[in-house]
């Protein structure tokens, strides 16, 4: 199948990779509501169709936080994606330095900073508040030393959600002979991948943290580790210590209250990323994008505001800018990509995005994507 749309690439991934690892990449917690939320919302708002304007000009840069990007799209951290194809962090790092927007590394990508930043450009670095400050301490020294731009600090993660998907594939919970004989099948039964990750793409460890699990030795181990290190104990003041180490800009990650919103602007954040973790975390919360307008009315100028989480589209991206959004990042968008062929697929799915918020903005009327507004909609919320 020669994928057209995000939607085919996810099929591409889940014909590829074995159905675990599928299963995390797609799948959200509980009951997914507020994962199919996060579609349904974009989906809903209407664009407003305008003819008759001299669009020859056409500008889809922004600026943020000193970055420029071609156009206001980056990758947000995905975890493990070096498990969806060989390498996979350094992969997409690379189609997105080409494309000229920023690739954000997760804490827990099997690639470490160093080697994502050696393969080209250093990424934007995120970063889970873990129990270890003296191994966080560290991270942030590396990530300093890498020559990472900007922190992307998650707070919505002081423990993982249930995600039922990825103990039905056998993800989490298989233990002993019965979850090494499904492993091994779910391998054997996916010989590209099977080739291409597992047998060229070692080695399989969390690559900035494999020093605090050095007896990691499978999936299961790693996130027993995630589970017992991340701290639910975490509040504002825990920027200070973040502070400390890293003098570069500061993003916030996670947000959806406007209360929250307004704590980062006091706590010294450079930006934010409305967001609900893609719906992985707490179900039955707000989407993204309905949470968006409040949180920018909230902060004003104070700070940058970015989105994650529905984005399937260049018309998605286009509606979030006309609600505030200063920039979208995708995250499953290029996972399935990742999934589907690795680098070059990737570039593709960034190029699809690319000419898709090209004709949104042609048929909207929009000029510079740095000035769209609510007036792009058709009814704004």
């Known amino acids: 199948m020669k994928p057209a749309s995000v939607a ?42 305008r003819v008759m304007r001299d669009m020859t000009q056409l500008d889809m840069s922004v600026e943020v936080l000193g970055q420029k990007m071609t156009m206001p799209i980056g990758l947000s951290p995905v975890g493990m994606a070096g498990m969806y194809a060989r390498r996979g962090e350094v992969q997409a790092a690379k189609a997105a330095a080409v494309a000229g927007v920023p690739f954000c590394l997760s804490t827990v990508g099997v690639c470490s900073v160093e080697e994502v930043a050696e393969s080209g450009k250093a990424p934007w670095f995120q970063l889970y508040m873990l129990k270890d400050r003296g191994y966080m301490r560290e991270l942030l020294a590396r990530a300093k030393a890498a020559g990472c731009p900007v922190l992307v600090f998650t707070v919505d993660l002081p423990l993982p959600g249930a995600r039922y998907r990825d103990v039905r594939s056998g993800f989490t919970g298989a233990t002993g002979v019965s979850g090494a004989m499904n492993t091994a099948w779910q391998g054997v039964t996916h010989p590209e991948w099977l080739w291409d990750v597992w047998l060229n793409g070692r080695p399989h460890s969390l690559g900035s943290v494999a020093g605090a699990i050095p007896q990691g030795r499978s999936v299961t181990d790693f996130l027993s580790w995630i589970a017992k290190n991340f701290d639910r104990s975490v509040t ?90 200063k920039a979208c990042f995708i995250g499953r968008a290029w996972a399935y990509a990742l999934g589907a062929g690795g680098r070059p697929m990737v570039a593709k799915m960034l190029g699809t995005l690319r000419a898709e918020l090209s004709t949104a903005m042609v048929l909207t009327g929009c000029n510079a994507a740095r000035d769209a507004d609510k007036l792009l909609l058709d009814v704004a919320p």
């Open 236 to 325: 504002w003041k825990d920027l200070d210590f973040v502070r400390e180490v890293w003098d570069g800009p500061i993003v916030i990650k996670g947000l959806l209250d406007p209360e929250d919103a307004r704590d980062a602007v006091r706590a010294g954040a450079q930006g934010l990323v409305v967001s609900n973790h893609g719906g992985r975390q707490l179900d039955g919360v707000r989407s993204s994008i309905s949470a968006l307008p409040a949180i920018v009315d909230a902060v004003g100028n104070d700070l940058e505001v970015l989105m994650d989480g529905g984005i399937r589209s260049g018309l998605d991206v286009l509606k979030a800018l006309s609600l505030g959004a």
């Open 8 to 49: 085919d690439y996810r099929e591409l991934a889940r014909r590829r990779l074995p159905k675990m690892f599928f299963e995390y990449i797609d799948g959200g917690s509980y009951a997914e509501v507020t994962l199919e939320r996060n579609v349904a919302d974009i989906e809903a708002l209407a664009l407003r169709q």
